[in-house]
């Protein structure tokens, strides 16, 4: 019987709300939830209350309880609630909307009180930002599509400066639109009649408008030996004194970290930062030399503990580390023919052109695991691609519903090589997913050997890459459940295949982990080693002294056994990675 009367209380209410439309439904819905929820909570306070001053009777007592909850939950005063919380909350997001909308309006960066940097509602919350800020989550996270979902004002910047693995999206609405008010002010907004504000100068002839893709970020975070607050003021007077009144400048700040905001996503590594944006590149290159600029650094370095550069062009997701223009090639021996991976850096350079530029200035002759669309770049450069990327590690021979997806990869990738000259690529077993070491090197030898005839025609060699599985800190610097986890193990694969055209890949960082005894398996497989890759361990960061792989010693065991390939150099910058490459490469140097 409690079925059927369940059963009519939904089929009345449902014929009640949809009756409202669409609408009006969503609104009964949230006020019935609300009701639901204040009946909940305050039910028993009330019934106690009615028990002690109305009815206090045993047949009331067992009767208050019911007749509260029921009385809170259908009594109209709370569908009144709802609809004044919900109206309430509909003003508040309208007028976010309208605020936001502001930030766009073709008025000076000022105006009736108005501040994009301002708490803009009674100087208690920022609506706009509030706004901007659901946008943004909204379009990273739910209405996102893979990859290829948009990503509303999307630039992306480390949240730690020189670590690509804290890569994240930074909102530069404000800023973008608040520079462009500027130029309707000055009249610089290309034929606008807005009378500039108080005090200013008005131009006998408008200029053009400034083009912010062209405009150069240039940002510098220092941290200091000595960070009292006399030398950080010191510091921000000295680069207010300096670095203002560059020509070309059309933005300035320096000032200290605001230790208040004590988010998750704020980097409190820094004593003083530096923002300045210039109209364009030429403007950046003069400022590099500037005599003030130069004088600046002279006074200031010695207090300087580390300093993080970042430059990128204002209107593009672009960020690169500051390298040296004019550095002499660090590679001078080239006994060890060095490659830079693709992926490691491209956080740093991004544009392709930048990235071989810092790779000639390196002494590299490739970089590797990149786009074959990117292949005619590379060799306007006089690079190569020492190897090339195809199904991935996640995906691989070990498991035979993968074989077709890493078959048609490698086919396409192969003719690609071929076609260019690369005569690498890379591959891998997969991810165990429960089959057992036999199991996934039986799948592996069979697969493999329904591609290698391919390769082998086409004169392309195939790499077998060994990855750790004990590293779970960060997805890029161990693979837990990956299958091909050890050296010999891989070896035995590629030894089963029995083709020429099939080598390993050999990941020193990775051996060093799951192996160790990293010279001796060199010099024990000479024949079966088609590609090397480097990394500090542990942590897979720069090839320096905080990490144990003795690897000049390491390269001088390369060129003993007569290799020949190339030594891709595969680290994550954990600081500036101009430096960190600098180091990598003349430690490979031997």
Not at 503 to 526: A, C, N, T
Request: aromatic share 10%.
């Amino acid at each position: 019987m409690i079925d059927v009367i369940l059963l009519v209380v939904i089929g009345v209410v449902t014929w009640c709300v949809a009756s409202d439309g669409p609408g009006g439904a969503a609104i009964t819905f949230v006020s019935v939830l609300l009701a639901g929820l204040f009946a909940m909570n305050c039910f028993e306070p009330l019934a106690s209350f009615l028990q002690v001053n109305v009815l206090g009777s045993y047949t009331w007592s067992n009767r208050w309880d019911m007749l509260a909850l029921l009385g809170l939950f259908i009594d109209p005063l709370m569908y009144d609630v709802g609809r004044w919380v919900l109206g309430l909350a509909t003003g508040y997001l309208t007028m976010a909307i309208f605020l936001t909308a502001l930030h766009t309006a073709p008025l000076p960066r000022e105006f009736l009180g108005f501040r994009p940097e301002r708490q803009n509602f009674f100087e208690a919350v920022a609506p706009d930002r509030q706004w901007l800020a659901f946008t943004q989550y909204v379009s990273e996270k739910p209405l996102t599509t893979g990859r290829a979902g948009h990503i509303f004002d999307g630039a992306q910047f480390p949240r730690i400066p020189g670590q690509p693995e804290t890569m994240q999206v930074w909102s530069s609405f404000p800023i973008r639109y608040a520079m462009r008010r500027e130029e309707y002010a000055s009249g610089a907004g290309g034929g606008s009649t807005m009378a500039a504000p108080p005090g200013s100068v008005t131009p006998a002839a408008p200029a053009a408008p400034r083009d912010i893709r062209t405009m150069l970020s240039h940002d510098v975070y220092f941290t200091l030996n000595d960070a009292s607050d006399e030398a950080i003021d010191a510091l921000v007077a000295a680069c207010q004194k300096y670095l203002k009144d560059h020509p070309g400048v059309v933005f300035f700040g320096a000032g200290t970290l605001a230790k208040e905001l004590q988010r998750p996503v704020n980097d409190l590594a820094f004593d003083v930062a530096l923002h300045v944006v210039f109209e364009d590149k030429a403007a950046h290159d003069a400022y590099q030399q500037a005599e003030a600029h130069l004088q600046f650094i002279e006074e200031q370095k010695a207090n300087w503990k580390q300093s993080a550069a970042a430059v990128g062009f204002a209107g593009h997701a672009a960020l690169r580390a500051a390298s040296p223009e004019k550095a002499e090639p660090v590679a001078k021996k080239g006994r060890i023919k060095q490659s830079l991976v693709h992926w490691c850096y491209k956080p740093y350079w991004p544009e392709v052109d930048d990235l071989c530029q810092t790779a000639v200035r390196l002494g590299c002759q490739s970089i590797e695991l990149i786009d074959p669309a990117h292949w005619p770049t590379l060799k306007k450069h006089g690079l190569t691609c020492a190897i090339a990327g195809s199904h991935g590690f996640r995906v691989g021979f070990n498991n035979r519903d993968e074989w077709e997806t890493c078959i048609a990869k490698l086919k396409e990738r192969i003719d690609q090589c071929a076609d260019f000259g690369v005569d690498r690529v890379i591959t891998f077993t997969g991810m165990a997913r429960g089959l057992t070491p036999e199991e996934g090197a039986d799948n592996c030898v069979e697969g493999l050997k329904q591609i290698v005839g391919y390769a082998e025609e086409r004169g392309v060699t195939l790499c077998l890459e060994m990855l750790n599985t004990r590293d779970d800190t960060h997805p890029m610097k161990g693979h837990p459940g990956y299958q091909g986890n050890h050296t010999d193990y891989c070896i035995d694969i590629i030894e089963r295949v029995d083709s020429p055209r099939l080598k390993l890949l050999f990941d020193i960082y990775h051996v060093q982990i799951m192996d160790g005894d990293v010279i001796r398996r060199l010099k024990q497989y000479p024949e079966h080693i088609g590609h090397i890759h480097t990394a500090g361990n542990p942590g897979r960061g720069e090839l320096d002294d905080n990490q144990e792989i003795n690897y000049p010693a390491v390269m001088k065991a390369l060129l003993a056994i007569d290799y020949d390939g190339y030594v891709g150099q595969e680290f994550l910058p954990t600081r500036d990675p101009w430096e960190g490459l600098v180091e990598a490469v003349s430690e490979c140097d031997v």
